[in-house]
Each structure stands twice: as C-alpha cells, then as structure tokens.
C-alpha cells in the first residue's frame, strides 16, 4: 500500500474542498478501498474520512412519503431497519444476498454505489486494463471471462458491476444527493454509473471532489411492496458476487400486472433496468408465459462478450424466477437464504419455479 | 507526521501513537498492542479470522484503518473469558469440537458473538449458517461450529432471562 496524507475533515465543506485536490479519494468504510490499496490497484495520495463526519447516516422519511438514506448508513442498518424492510423488502433483500454480516457491518450506501468491479484482470496491476490503465487494453477480452458483461460493453472493456443492492435501487426510481464543489445537484441512479464505451476508466457521473450524500426512494416505490423480490444466482450458496441477478417488483389488481419493474445484476457496467420487459408486463397476467416474454425482452440486446453465452440464458431465468417469486407475493420475513436460488428448509416455494 | 489514536480495547482505554496512517485495526493489534489471538488469514476481508467486535459489531479489522477509528471500542478474542471462567460461546465451541487447526476460531467465536448480538438467525440452523459465511473454515468443522452457535445461543438466552427473572 502506498503513503498517504490521512485528513479528517469536520463538514461536507470542508470534505469537498479537500477531495477536490487531485489525488484525492473519500474513504467510507474502506472495505473495497482498502482491498484494492493493498493490491495497488487504487494509489490515493489523500484520504478524506468520512466517517466523522454529523448527519451522513440517518435513515428518514420525508413529509410527501420518501424515504432519505445517508451516504455513510451501514448496508446492515438498512437492512434491517424496520420501517424501511417494510416498505422496501426487496431493497433489504438483496442488501442480505451481499457480502457477509462483517462487510455489511462496515459498508457504507454510498460506497455500494461507488464499488468496483471485481474483473481480475483489473485487479491484476501486471495485466492489460483500460479501465485501470487508460489505453493499456483488456487482457480481459482474451482470457478467463465466463463472469463478464452480455449488456452495454464495448471492445474496450467487459467487466461488470459487481453491486446486489443497485439492482433493485434502479427499479424502483432511486435518486443519488451529489454534493460538489459546484453546489448541490441530484441524478436518478439509472443515470449515475457509464456505460464503458470509449471511455470506461469513467464508471459515474462523479467529478472530482463531487461526494454522495444520499439516496432517495420515492414515496410510490413502497407501493410494490406485497410483491417484490431479488433472485442471486452464485457459484456457492453464500457469501459470494452474482453470476446473474435480477429485481423484480409487481402491482397486480383483479388477477392482472399494473406495473411492472425489472432491473438485472451481473450483466453490465451498471445496473441494468429492463424497461422493454416492464412495457411487455404491463396490463398481462402474472404466468409463466408473461414471465417468459419478458425475460426475452429484457435480454434481446445481449451477446456475449467472451466464453459467458451462458450467462443470456441463466439471466432470462433468474429475471423470470424474481419475477415468479414476486407474484407470489413477499414473504412477511425473508427466507433464511435471502435471494437464494437453492430450495430452504425454512421457506416453502411457490409452484412451478423451475423453469 | 504522527497521529494518537485513542481505544478501549477489552474495556482498557489504549491511546497508541501512529507513526504511519496504513496500519489496520488488524495490524495495531498484532504487531503493536502484543495481542495476537486476532488472526491474519487473507488480509483482504474474505476468510473472516479477523473478526472482532468494534463498538459492538463484528468487523474485519483488516479492513479497518486504524486512524479512522479513534474513540472506538474494541473488543477480541482475548478479553472473552473472566479468569478462568470461559465465554458461552468458548465453552460450546469446545463441547461441540468446532474447530480442528484452530486457526480460524477466534473471528467464528467473536463472528458468533455478533450474529448472537444480532439476533436474526435464532435457533434456526439455516439462518446460523448463512450468518457465518463471512468465517471460512478450511478443515471444514462447520457442522460442530454451526451446533456450537446453536447451544450457546441457547445458553445466552437463558442467562439473560435468569438475570431478568
């Protein structure tokens, strides 16, 4: 790990001033800064810490009904803070499929969103990376990329964002506070992290010294509540990054689909909300064949990026399960394996999920 | 330039001078405070032998900047027993042989200790595994760890209400 200058600044003032010197980077938890300070893979010159900072980690519900998160609240004190695992189950559960109880403990809102992919070739300093290394390569395009993007890469990069919790923040509308050295502004988190293109050493919208100083879900997001889950496909039952992951929330009057939201984990730089299979939901009736026509619609656009075809296929039917498992209705406590593929002893299934 | 940095470590208040601002909760511990029963597996926050509770939740300390925790209260794996009288949780994973190396017990005793705190996993096998997965365990002595979260639970549990009783 390299030196750094270690500054505790006393407000979001002083913290943007601070973060706006180059070189700069905002420490929150740390639990992925610190990881990849250690690899070398992030070489701050500056740390601004975040965490003395007043008011960054209270949970509040506004007058019209939103809910306001701070940028420094624990992802386990969301999780299961009462009012908001109420209102917002799918947001808790796909909290609960992440990491493990330590790392949650520690991880910050803010940081989620501000995470990095877990490509190893980017984490590998020896290896060709143009999200690392601006104009060095991929060494990613010709190697071991079963895990890679089938959404929105380019040839300059494949990797994907790693985060369980933005995927159903996407679908429901959440909003991110951007405080920078020119003011304050705001951003619907569907706009927030880039697409790689060109360009993809640029992950958010952020510009230097810009910090995150919250999130907000509309009042109307808690209004799919009765029918909301997260579905995390991973290579061990716990404690693991998603293959691919979806979120699905439903409004369903008189046997028929309202509204419908969709958002996919896994599959891209960012997370991605599937808008086409919401429009295909809409008005239909909550089966397998509506499911099945919205799973096709959500990834049409997908390809390969490497030796992870298989990745279209299994996205399609973890969107189709989320989506089976949310019209069945949420369930008053999360099941033992929140998000989980795999049948629980403690959590009966609804009929016809293996698709 | 040097930083203090104030602790209370097993309820005794430290305050330790930091010549350097990289050194982890981890790495205070081990190398600079002489208590080594915290364990450093993969440094990296994966395997979970670095669990200890830090202002009452489990935590990797290898992930946790020193300087950014001044104030906090930190409690390890060597201020669990009282004299000779051993923690629940120590006591049960001894019972139960959860463990064979030995290499990973402190951050499962201390990661147990949280998710008992926490209370959402309760006598349900399931949720106590799935609230542990952050503690590998490369001999494999789940099945003993996960009877020994259960029993001590129990014991915890009862402990509470006799006192309330």
């Not at chain 1, 919208?205 to 910090?211: N, T």
């Not at chain 1, 046997?255 to 960012?270: D, F, N, Q, S």
């Not at chain 2, 208590?35 to 440094?43: A, E, H, I, M, V």
């Not at chain 2, 020994?148 to 129990?154: D, G, I, K, Q, Y």
Request: glycine share 8%; charged share 20%; aromatic share 4%.
């Amino acid at each position: 790990m390299n030196r750094f200058e270690y500054v505790r600044p006393r407000s979001v003032a002083e913290a943007v001033a601070a973060a706006a010197i180059p070189g700069s980077a905002y420490l929150a938890a740390g639990t992925n800064l610190l990881d990849l300070m250690k690899i070398g893979v992030a070489r701050p010159e500056r740390l601004i810490d975040l965490n003395h900072l007043p008011d960054l980690d209270i949970i509040e519900q506004l007058p019209d009904g939103t809910v306001r998160i701070g940028a420094q609240v624990r992802n386990a004190d969301l999780a299961h803070d009462p009012d908001f695992r109420q209102r917002f189950p799918v947001v808790a559960e796909a909290l609960l499929s992440g990491a493990s109880a330590q790392l949650r403990n520690m991880a910050t809102v803010g940081g989620n969103l501000l995470q990095r992919t877990r490509c190893a070739w980017f984490q590998d300093t020896a290896s060709a990376c143009n999200r690392r290394a601006p104009g060095s390569g991929c060494d990613a395009r010709g190697g071991e990329n079963r895990m890679h993007a089938v959404l929105g890469w380019s040839e300059h990069c494949i990797a994907t964002h790693p985060s369980d919790f933005c995927v159903p923040l996407v679908a429901l509308d959440a909003v991110v506070e951007i405080e920078g050295p020119a003011g304050r502004r705001e951003i619907p988190l569907a706009d927030f992290h880039l697409l790689p293109g060109d360009t993809p050493e640029r992950e958010s919208v952020l510009a230097p010294g810009d910090l995150v100083v919250a999130l907000r879900l509309p009042a109307e997001a808690a209004g799919f509540a009765a029918h909301a889950r997260y579905a995390k496909l991973r290579e061990r039952t716990s404690y693991a990054f998603a293959v691919v992951s979806a979120a699905a929330a439903l409004r369903i009057a008189d046997g028929r689909i309202t509204e419908a939201r969709l958002a996919l984990g896994g599959v891209a730089a960012k997370p991605w909300r599937a808008r086409a299979a919401e429009a295909a939901l809409a008005g239909a009736t909550p089966d397998a064949a509506a499911f099945r026509r919205a799973a096709e619609a959500a990834l049409a656009e997908a390809r390969p990026s490497g030796d992870n075809g298989f990745k279209i296929e299994l996205a399609r039917r973890i969107a189709i399960r989320a989506l089976t498992l949310a019209a069945a209705g949420t369930p008053d406590r999360l099941p033992a394996l929140p998000a989980s593929a795999f049948a629980s002893s403690s959590t009966p299934r609804p009929r016809g999920l293996h698709v | 330039m040097s930083y203090l940095v104030t602790l209370t470590i097993n309820r005794v208040p430290r305050t330790v001078e930091l010549d350097d601002p990289r050194v982890t909760l981890l790495d205070l511990l081990r190398e600079r405070l002489d208590l080594p029963g915290t364990k450093k597996g993969c440094d990296r926050g994966q395997c979970g032998a670095c669990t200890i509770l830090l202002d009452g939740r489990r935590v990797n300390a290898c992930l946790a900047l020193a300087i950014s925790h001044d104030g906090a209260d930190i409690l390890t794996i060597e201020g669990l027993a009282e004299g000779q009288a051993l923690h629940p949780v120590q006591a049960a994973f001894i019972a139960h042989d959860a463990f064979q190396c030995g290499f990973c017990t402190p951050g499962q005793i201390m990661s147990a200790i949280g998710l008992i705190g926490e209370g959402q996993a309760g006598d349900d096998a399931e949720r106590v595994r799935e609230g542990m997965s952050g503690n590998l365990c490369r001999c494999g002595a789940y099945r003993g760890i996960t009877e020994a979260v259960l029993e001590a639970t129990r014991i915890m549990a009862d402990t509470t209400q006799e006192k309330a009783a």
